[in-house]
């Protein structure tokens, strides 16, 4: 059976990236649809090595008669469009923060939480915040052997996390820095190229910024309301590519050996940690990259059943599209995907 795909937010980084995506993993489709706001109408995206689709206007899009829609427009955006498109019969994995944390929404992470998807009741299906799904899929293994009772995470997001503008943005004052001028910041708050900025979206009133807020309340939700979680998120000058500092604080013993052993049975996750020069991953090696790469095992001694790992993944894959593909593949393998009727 072949199935009938929109991508909204088409010509957006996650949006070209679930395409190609789309592609590379042979989904079964029987036609696809790139959607994007008025002004992109028009223009050419790719679909596969052959297939160039014409954007056409999400505004005006009848998703009646259409079996999936891959969402990535924004939040704003998906909160009037994601309804309609269910509303239709369409099948809506949204890739945006809008319905994450509303209780009748599955958040779903395929090899941590499938179990998710029989309780789809709106038609909607969430995409958990990219630096969360690299973080609960290494952890799934290590909380289902050990359970984790305590994590404290520093992150090291690439700028590709804040669109095609983010990444514009570092090259821009990369190539200004090397020649000396001047740097004004637009997207982000301070200048990104050469820095790091431990600010990723607003603050909040206890002092951490939402994006923070994220990986706590979602990492719960997925793996353990029980979980306690603190973060500090950092803006980095890498284009692609998310990294991790982990600690965890395990309910029972933990060893380092037990440890690779759960975490390279685990699906999704690669093992890569060896205690030499180099080996250990790095976000520029994970770029187009489906595993999540955990490098840097070892007990961490100052908790009772500690240990400390280091985390890469591709945000734009792993982190959004990819994710939200394998949230389809495991509709359609599960048998829980209905054709929708036009």
Known sequence: MAYRVAVVGATGAVGREMLKTLAERRFPVSEVVALASARSVGQETSFGDKAVLKVRNLETH???????????????ISAVHAP????????????????????????????VN??????????????????????????????DKYRVKR????????????????????????????????IVPENFTKPIAFNVIPHIDRFMDDGSTKEEWKMVAETRKILDPDIK????????????????????????????EGARAALRQAAGVRVMDTREDGG???????????????????????????????????????????????IAETMVTQKLLKKATV
């Open 84 to 111: 309609r498109a269910a509303a239709a019969g369409c099948l809506v994995i949204d890739n945006t923060s809008q319905f994450r944390m509303e209780p009748d929404v599955p958040l779903v992470v395929p090899e």
């Open 229 to 256: 979680v603190f973060a500090t998120c950092v803006r980095v000058p890498v284009f692609i590519g998310h990294a991790e500092a982990i600690n965890v604080e395990f309910e029972n013993p933990v060893t380092v």
């Open 151 to 182: 994590v404290v995470v520093a992150t090291y997001q690439s700028v590709s996390g804040a669109g095609k503008e983010g990444m514009d943005e570092l090259l821009l004052q990369s190539r200004r820095s090397l020649v000396h001028d001047p």
């Open 114 to 143: 499938p179990q998710a998807l029989l309780k789809i009741k709106r038609g909607i299906i969430a995409n958990p915040n990219c630096s969360t799904i690299q973080m609960v899929v290494a952890l799934k293994p290590l909380h």
């Open 280 to 326: 250990y991953m790095t976000p520029l090696e994970c770029a187009g990259e489906d595993e999540t790469y955990v490098s840097r095992i070892r007990i961490d001694p100052t908790v009772e059943h500690g240990l400390a790992f280091w985390c890469v993944a591709d945000n734009l894959r792993k982190g959004a599209a990819l994710n939200a593909i394998q």
């Open 62 to 76: 009848d998703f009646a008669g259409w079996d999936i829609a891959l969402f990535s427009p924004g939040a704003a």
